[in-house]
């Protein structure tokens, strides 16, 4: 990190916050704090959207996904545009016709308090827990690359999102996430083209795509049907579209984005503009990640990308020696797979198909030994962490470290600091829907609620600022105990998915299923619940195996069903008195 | 509910042309994935 790049990054972080204060200096009422006055245009909407969904986690994790696994993670999206437009016709016009300020708020209009609270209480829950992860998980990294402490990484991250957020609530979370969203996407750009001119000069982009595709890493689409496959067209189109439907339709930091547009029609086209942009977007992330992989086939990277672990390796002498023979063995390899590439550009170029298929087949065997020399590093760090156990556990993964220290090594001063604003541009734009709408969903649904008229707009407006600094405080706490425990991100990441289709079961039954009342839904809201926990604890357990993207539609179809059983057989009940 | 969208003469017009978009985007990825592999 030069000067320059810490001057462009303290610039760049400075003129977000200062725009959000200012942007807000005029917000003096609850609905104004919550919903912004209900004045947004579609194209804030729109970028809002997109921004609270891309935390700083996409941003490092995605083009490592793609480095490491390919393209195949783009069909995770393909089923959004679907969710979109189900949205737009479905929801949005209930939603603006009651003039709700939270998603659980039209709940206690079509079924009863105790159904609306229960699904309030689930979302707090979930996103609760979520937004320290949203800090914690991108803090670890940054910690490492920066060479701060985790809890100083943490507290700088944390207190920057909390005092806009507080302040202007979710007028400064829109206003500022248009400028994040700016800053995000022109360095993504100004990433890609350094990285296109890194490539060696006898290399062209048509060569590097073309290798990288007989290298099997541009499988962007897969047909086949596959239960257990987390990626493919079909777990994407049902899967995805109950997965966004959920997100999207029934999760307050998505909902409050659109429920502050100007008109129906300014949210309408809000929400278009997320469905066509989003898989484009992340297509791009993901080719970002493939071009680093190409530029790493001509230029030696690290065998191991995150550096804290290397250190770790190299602090006791008969680790140092295993470590150093395993590099040994990586450096063999990738001379070896340099020349394979050379001469398959060379087959691609003279359109030698034999001379193609005969080196496309060394060069897998190559890449794959490539593969387990980098796991044999796992391998070294899980046996390190079972002779000098510690604290915090060791994440041998370096996925999440591809792209930051490509950043970090290879772009030129003043870049780095545009690049690492990125990342903290993305987990501020996310951690701050996530506050807003927790404290919105605290102040609406349980606080006001309970008091209603015994307090004027005032003190609601100082509640929510109150409820938005402590949901921030939680925050930031959850983040600096978050390393005592291990594999946390993976769990809050569950925890969050397994209430999506039950609460998205409720939904739905209120929008289409006109017979079913308050009771009946509680109560099968309560059984779906249940039996999702039950499916997910045997998939765990390897009792069954199903990927996770099913549990939503799973959750969705059993509160769904159920609820129909209850209301029959207490309408005969009634009957029968 | 019925609100005119800003342009096209309908809101199921806007939906079929995101949804057209949206077919053409995969058919371009499938295209893309088959020339590569």
Request: hydrophobic fraction near 35%; charge should be positive.
């Given at each position: 990190m030069s000067y320059l790049d810490w001057t462009v990054l303290v610039a760049t972080l400075s003129f977000i916050v200062l725009y959000g204060f200012w942007k807000t200096?005029?917000?003096?009422?609850t609905e104004s704090y919550i919903l912004g006055d209900r004045a947004l245009k579609w194209h804030t909407i729109g970028l809002s959207i997109m921004a609270t969904q891309a935390s700083a986690i996409t941003f490092l994790s995605t083009p490592g996904q793609g480095f490491d696994d390919g393209m195949r993670f783009a069909q995770f999206y393909f089923g959004l545009p679907l969710a979109m437009i189900i949205l737009c016709v479905f929801v949005l016009p209930i939603f603006y016709r009651l003039k709700v300020y939270t998603a659980y708020e039209y709940l206690e209009q079509r079924f009863d308090l105790k159904t609306r609270q229960f699904t309030a209480f689930l979302f707090l829950l979930g996103r609760g827990l979520a937004a320290g992860i949203t800090i914690y998980a991108p803090a670890i990294i940054m910690s490492v690359i920066l060479g701060w402490s985790l809890s100083l990484t943490i507290l700088v991250l944390g207190v920057i999102v909390i005092a806009y957020t507080v302040f202007g609530g979710t007028t400064a979370v829109s206003q500022t996430q248009k400028q994040q969203m700016i800053i995000i996407l022109s360095g993504l750009f100004v990433a890609f083209w350094v990285i296109i001119n890194k490539?060696?000069?006898?290399?062209?982009f048509g060569d590097a795509v073309s290798v990288a595709g007989k290298m099997g890493?541009?499988?962007?689409v897969d047909f086949k049907f596959d239960l257990d496959n987390k990626y493919n067209m079909w777990s994407a189109l049902f899967g995805g579209t109950f997965l966004f439907l959920s997100y999207f339709g029934t999760d307050q930091s998505q909902v409050q984005r659109y429920l502050s547009g100007k008109t129906l029609t300014e949210s309408r086209l809000g929400l278009i503009f997320n469905g066509i942009f989003k898989v484009p977007m992340q297509f791009f992330v993901l080719f970002v990640g493939i071009m680093v992989f190409m530029f790493f086939q001509f230029t030696k990277p690290p065998v191991h990308f995150n550096p804290a672990n290397v250190e770790i390796l190299n602090s006791k002498p008969e680790y140092r020696d295993s470590f150093a023979l395993v590099q040994q063995n990586f450096d063999e390899v990738f001379d070896l797979k340099k020349a394979k590439i050379t001469s398959m550009i060379a087959a691609i170029d003279s359109e030698d198909e034999t001379q193609i298929a005969t080196v496309k087949k060394e060069l897998n065997v190559l890449d794959r030994r490539d593969r387990i020399i980098r796991k044999d590093v796992e391998g070294l760090l899980k046996s390190y962490e079972v002779n000098y156990p510690s604290v915090s556990s060791i994440e041998t993964r370096d996925t999440d470290y591809v792209f930051i220290s490509f950043v970090t090594t290879y772009l030129p001063s003043g870049l780095v600091g545009l690049l690492l604003a990125v990342i903290f541009a993305a987990a501020m734009s996310s951690v701050a829907s996530e506050l807003s709408s927790l404290a919105s969903c605290t102040t609406v649904d349980f606080y006001r609620r309970y008091f209603g008229e015994k307090y004027d707009d005032q003190h609601y407006l100082r509640a929510a600022k109150m409820f938005t600094l402590m949901w921030g405080m939680a925050a930031l706490a959850f983040a600096a105990g978050a390393s005592l425990f291990e594999n946390l991100i993976e769990f809050v990441n569950i925890v969050g998915s397994l209430f999506y289709g039950t609460i998205l079961g409720v939904f739905t039954v209120g929008f289409f299923i006109k017979a079913v009342r308050g009771n009946a839904i509680f109560w099968a809201a309560i059984i779906g619940e249940l039996c999702v926990v039950s499916i997910f604890l045997m998939d765990y357990h390897g009792i069954i195996s199903i990927a996770y993207l099913w549990l939503n539609l799973i959750g969705c179809g059993i509160t769904i069903i159920v609820s129909l059983i209850l209301q029959g057989f207490m309408q005969k009940d009634t009957l029968v008195r | 509910d019925d609100e005119q969208p800003p342009f096209l003469n309908s809101w199921n017009q806007i939906y079929a042309m995101v949804l057209i978009i949206h077919a053409v985007l995969i058919f371009l990825f499938y295209l893309f994935t088959e020339a590569h592999a």
């Open positions: 200096r005029n917000v003096n009422s490539l060696p000069p006898e290399v062209s890493k541009l499988n962007v | -």
